[in-house]
């Protein structure tokens, strides 16, 4: 049985800007990394504040720490590893807020329940090479999550095309800023 590693990353601005938080290794687990954590809140940052969050495939926690370390109004982040949900509720007893829900599920279990409420942001990074971003797209739109100028952040292994995240939304979309470091390719998206 291999050794439980802990691993941590560090908020990059904001209110709890400095503080290093602590998630146990788990599998296909990829947290984002401060660079791009940056340049990612570089591109919301007039827009940010006072605004909800939904978080699909939260793992570390890295994105939605960070959103609330800028002053997000609510962040739902949504893990099905039980591991990695444990750290996500250990981190947030750190941080004493209320502003944080989290659910250990499937995002798209998630996504197929009841939803009375649509995000202003939601962030979506799946694991890698099983094709869960076509599917968790179509369910954020047919399952009202998003709605008119909600802004979808989206890493992969490959570049977003306009034409498919269209289909995928059966919505129009404007890709606002897209980039790629290593590996990932990642992209801000609005809805139109």
Not at 156 to 163: G, T
């Amino acid at each position: 049985m291999a050794p439980i590693i802990n691993n941590s990353f560090q908020i990059v601005s904001g209110e709890y800007r400095g503080r290093k938080f602590n998630f146990l290794d788990t599998p296909s687990l990829r947290p984002t990394s401060g660079k791009i954590r940056e340049t990612l809140f570089n591109w919301i940052q007039f827009e940010s504040h006072n605004k909800t969050y939904l978080d699909l495939f939260t793992g570390s926690g890295s994105l939605s720490f960070e959103a609330l370390s800028r002053g997000a109004k609510q962040v739902v982040s949504i893990e099905k590893n039980f591991n990695a949900y444990q750290s996500l509720k250990k981190n947030k007893i750190l941080l004493k807020t209320n502003k944080m829900r989290i659910f250990n599920q499937d995002a798209l279990n998630f996504l197929s329940e009841k939803n009375t409420q649509t995000f202003d942001f939601v962030f979506l990074d799946p694991p890698f090479n099983k094709n869960y971003l076509p599917k968790t797209l179509k369910a954020l739109s047919k399952g009202n999550f998003v709605t008119l100028n909600t802004k979808i952040y989206i890493e992969s292994e490959f570049k977003i095309l306009k034409n498919d995240a269209t289909e995928w939304l059966s919505t129009n979309i404007k890709i606002n800023k897209q980039k790629h470091t290593g590996q990932v390719h990642y992209c801000l998206i609005t809805l139109l």
